[in-house]
């Protein structure tokens, strides 16, 4: 494989908007798909996206902008996809392009409706990309904070540690520092489940739980995390490590959570439709929990995830939160 790679970018939203940042600040000239029309034209003429991060500025010429996704994967080697999990599946059923010989790397912290599977899993059983051409890219790494160019670290995963260190090389700058995995399965599974946390920290945070709590919540999550994981792809693995706890920390404190922010509407007695209507952003998390309860529940380890249970009861079950959350205080230590 050769260094010199093509890059695309799937997604117009925060994270893709930071990815392509990273990718051109690098010299790479980056195909960039959005569904907006509106916003590719307002990116050529204004140089920045209109929506999201728009401080970001960008060198046109280093842009292949198209709202036609077929043109962007035929035009590119590495595919990177940003676009919210629960609309991943509605984009690539447009493709007629060929996924074959594609390098595929996610970037979405979720899981695929259709399939109840993470991004990687689903383009491997559906699509028939062999895990060796999957990759993943995580935190602990906000969109918000690649615009403000604060120090933030990146681990690349792939089976195949050649592309992972490609891929590194693509992306790191003097603010991004960069490490690769070769737990594809592992840390994507992380991306998903602090989701769930970051909006258990929110709801605890929106019903008047304080900081001694939080951290508590926080202590108890990352080890329901590492018991979820090992259950569903046991390895060797570091669970203390930027991918996994590090990715939950941030997800479940920083004020640029949308997750947290999501379950802090929640406990404050907003409904689910009524907090998303709000928020105009999509919570990851929200659809991570139902997967995740009902993956447990099939595999009969819902008793080892008690976070998980409590969110999904008050977001699928419509259960009062400060009652929930009363008990879940019961099983935490």
């Known amino acids: 494989m050769q260094d010199k790679l093509r890059f695309g970018v799937f997604g117009g939203g925060s994270w893709g908007t930071a990815i392509v940042k990273m990718l051109t600040e690098n010299g790479d000239r980056v195909g960039w798909y959005m569904r907006s029309d509106s916003a590719i034209r307002h990116i050529i003429k204004e140089g920045h996206?209109?929506?999201?991060?728009?401080?970001?500025?960008?060198?046109?010429?280093?842009?292949h902008?198209?709202?036609?996704?077929n043109?962007?994967?035929?035009a590119s080697d590495v595919l990177i996809f940003a676009i919210p999990s629960a609309f991943l599946e509605g984009e690539l059923q447009k493709l007629t392009a060929s996924l074959k010989d594609k390098i595929i790397?996610?970037?979405?912290?979720?899981?695929?409706p259709e399939s109840g599977l993470i991004v990687g899993e689903h383009f491997h059983e559906k699509y028939n990309i062999p895990f060796e051409n999957i990759g993943v890219l995580t935190g602990p790494c906000h969109a918000e904070e690649v615009a403000l160019e604060r120090l933030s670290y990146l681990t690349i995963a792939c089976a195949d540690a050649k592309k992972a260190k490609i891929v590194a090389e693509h992306l790191k700058s003097e603010y991004i520092r960069t490490k690769i995995s070769d737990d594809i399965i592992g840390t994507e599974y992380a991306a998903m489940l602090k989701n769930i946390y970051a909006i258990a920290?929110?709801?605890?945070?929106?019903?008047?739980?304080?900081?001694?709590?939080q951290s508590v919540l926080m202590s108890n999550a990352i080890r329901e995390m590492k018991r979820f994981i090992d259950r569903v792809y046991k390895m060797k693995r570091n669970i203390n490590a930027s991918a996994y706890l590090g990715d939950l920390l941030v997800t479940g404190y920083s004020v640029f959570s949308r997750n947290r922010m999501f379950g802090n509407m929640i406990g404050k007695g907003y409904t689910v439709k009524s907090a998303m209507m709000e928020m105009n952003m999509v919570a990851e998390g929200y659809y991570a929990t139902k997967s995740a309860h009902l993956l447990m529940e099939k595999l009969e380890k819902k008793s080892k995830t008690p976070i998980i249970n409590a969110v999904y009861q008050i977001l699928y079950k419509n259960k009062d939160p400060k009652k929930v959350f009363e008990k879940l205080t019961e099983?935490?230590?």
Do not use: M, R, T, W
């Open 49 to 63: 996206n209109p929506n999201y991060l728009s401080s970001v500025e960008f060198e046109v010429e280093q842009l």
């Open 65 to 69: 902008l198209s709202h036609d996704i």
């Open 71 to 74: 043109e962007i994967v035929e």
């Open 105 to 112: 790397f996610s970037a979405i912290k979720g899981i695929v």
């Open 201 to 213: 920290a929110g709801i605890a945070h929106g019903l008047g739980y304080g900081d001694n709590f």
């Open 331 to 333: 099983k935490l230590d």
